[in-house]
């Protein structure tokens, strides 16, 4: 039976090689992540094998209400007895309960919504409703952010690397660095239509901006007429501890996109949720921007069943409690191991370790692995470790995880190679 | 321990084996980049000049300023030219330490992948 396992396992390891990755196969066995995703529950994966992991990964953050959560499938096992995708042309009551139901939730005076399938697609659209209701061209963006591999939101990734082979990009795009807010003031020019930006950078590394930061973005915006974008992609539906992150600093963006964890990681579903004023821009046009698979009556049934699980259960309150008891083990690991973890970033349950120099993420990785936990370092930087875990994760679970970066970094103190970065 | 002439040799081999790989040559022919490799224990160093997928040159010593610097003992690296070793086994160990940005770290994999697929 094991046997049989482990040949299923080697199998669908070179199909995907052969047929879509033979890279990403690579670099997956080489970090001890060769795991083929079977059973899944809560806050944890099981590989093909039988052996378990807890996921502080999740896609990144797309598991918020955990992995296979009963009442979201319940949910969409519903939805299915009755709908279909339904037609991108027509109206329907789950997107109309789900663009209402988002209007109530988000900050402020956001009140509209366009949907759409993923990420990307979602901040695709913010910027094009920038550029159509201002009229001006120029859109500024952080060094380090990620927005997606789509066509605007491509322009907008602080990344050279996962650009440049695909130049020439949309032009009128400025980068400016991320919690500065002088080059936010001179970036400014009259053809600025929006700066985009997370609130705390995700893939970048957990980089939370000065408190200052967000509140002093939105006042220029408002004094040069500039929208202002939150890209809460990563950082929405409770990860940091409140229902958006924007909310930590008081500050209301004009347009808001919003995508993974929505779709309770059962049914692809993104959000653009803008200011009414902005709803003028499709009067005129109503079917300027359009998604065939955007809003599926599947995914917005799905969508309201992540909101309405995350509010019930207050999973932002639990989000701050996992969040704390992850810091106070942490703070520990800081005393016993200043020679590998710098410094933790953290708002809740969106978590960054800052390490000592990059080549200890790829090789905590696979300690991590080993130990089973699967925790993988950022893509823009690998001395830096982002922990993602589902707001349903156990006191019980952090201790596990905890431990288990104990021992990884006990393990790894006494090998070759430590506190040079050369 | 390898000699300075042992590596020398395991360069000039692995310079064949990248610049007669014609699908490498066509995957990296948007990648220019100068490397040094460093011995640990010899103190050897080592420069490779690498224009647009081609190895134009290697030689003995540090020359200019490098792109991607390597650090591993003297006998890694030679396994690691002649591909009797996975790099990325001994970068995941410690063994081998890479100065460089993702994607070169990444690029200088994929090379080892094309030339020996089962290393």
């Known amino acids: 039976m094991e046997q049989d396992l482990k040949r299923v396992k080697e199998t669908a390891l070179s199909d995907f090689s052969r047929y879509l990755s033979p890279m990403k196969v690579r670099t997956i066995k080489a970090a001890g992540l060769d795991i083929i995703e079977d059973k899944r529950e809560g806050a944890c994966v099981w590989d093909i094998t039988g052996k378990k992991y807890i996921d502080c990964q999740t896609g990144s953050g797309i598991m918020n209400v955990g992995r296979r959560n009963n009442e979201i499938i319940s949910a969409l096992k519903d939805a299915l007895d009755k709908y279909d995708i339904g037609v991108f042309l027509l109206c329907s009551k789950p997107k109309a309960d789900l663009a209402k139901k988002l209007a109530e939730i988000t900050p402020g005076d956001l009140a509209c919504t366009i949907f759409g399938v993923g990420g990307g697609e979602a901040n695709d659209a913010a910027i094009k409703i920038a550029r159509g209701y201002t009229m001006k061209k120029e859109i500024i963006y952080t060094q380090k952010a990620y927005h997606g591999h789509t066509g605007f939101a491509l322009s907008a990734i602080g990344r050279e690397s996962y650009k440049e082979p695909f130049e020439p990009l949309v032009p009128g795009f400025k980068m400016i660095p991320f919690g500065d807010i002088e080059a936010f003031k001179k970036a400014v020019t009259d053809d600025t239509a929006a700066i985009i930006l997370e609130p705390i950078q995700g893939e970048g590394g957990i980089n939370i901006p000065p408190d200052n930061y967000l509140p002093a973005v939105r006042k220029i915006c408002d004094e040069h007429e500039i929208l202002l974008i939150f890209d809460e992609i990563q950082t929405g539906f409770g990860r940091t501890g409140k229902m958006f992150a924007s909310e930590h600093w008081g500050v209301v963006p004009d347009i808001m996109t919003v995508a993974k964890s929505l779709s309770g990681g059962l049914y692809p579903i993104s959000a653009t949720i803008f200011k009414q004023e902005i709803q003028d821009f499709f009067i005129p046009h109503p079917f300027i921007h359009l998604s065939t698979f955007g809003g599926s009556d599947l995914g917005c049934v799905v969508g309201m069943a992540v909101i309405d699980y995350i509010q019930k259960n207050d999973l932002s309150a639990h989000a701050n409690a996992m969040g704390k008891r992850f810091r106070s083990g942490f703070d520990r690991l800081i005393k016993d191991f200043p020679t590998l973890l710098l410094e933790v970033r953290q708002k809740g349950l969106m978590m960054g370790l800052q390490y000592t120099n990059e080549s200890i993420g790829p090789r905590l990785t696979k300690k991590m692995a080993e130990r089973g936990v699967i925790a993988i370092y950022t893509g823009n930087d690998p001395s830096i470790c982002r922990l993602m875990p589902p707001l349903v994760i156990t006191p019980e679970e952090v201790d596990y995880v905890l431990n288990a970066l104990e021992d990884s970094m006990k393990e790894l103190s006494k090998e070759a190679g430590l506190g040079k970065n050369d | ?119």
């Open chain 2, 1 to 119: 321990m390898a000699t300075k002439q042992d590596i020398l040799e395991a360069l000039a081999d692995y310079q064949v084996q990248c610049n007669d790989n014609k699908r490498l040559r066509k995957m990296q022919r948007d990648w220019s980049k100068l490397i040094h490799f460093n011995a640990d224990d010899t103190e050897d160093k080592f420069t490779m000049n690498c224009v647009k997928g081609e190895i134009v040159s290697f030689e003995a010593g540090a020359v200019g300023a490098p792109d991607i610097i390597v650090s591993a003992k003297s006998e890694y690296l030679c396994d690691m030219f002649w591909g009797d070793l996975n790099p990325s086994q001994k970068y995941l160990q410690g063994e081998i330490r890479v100065k460089a940005s993702q994607e070169d770290i990444v690029r200088l994999d994929a090379i080892t992948m094309i030339i020996w697929p089962d290393a």
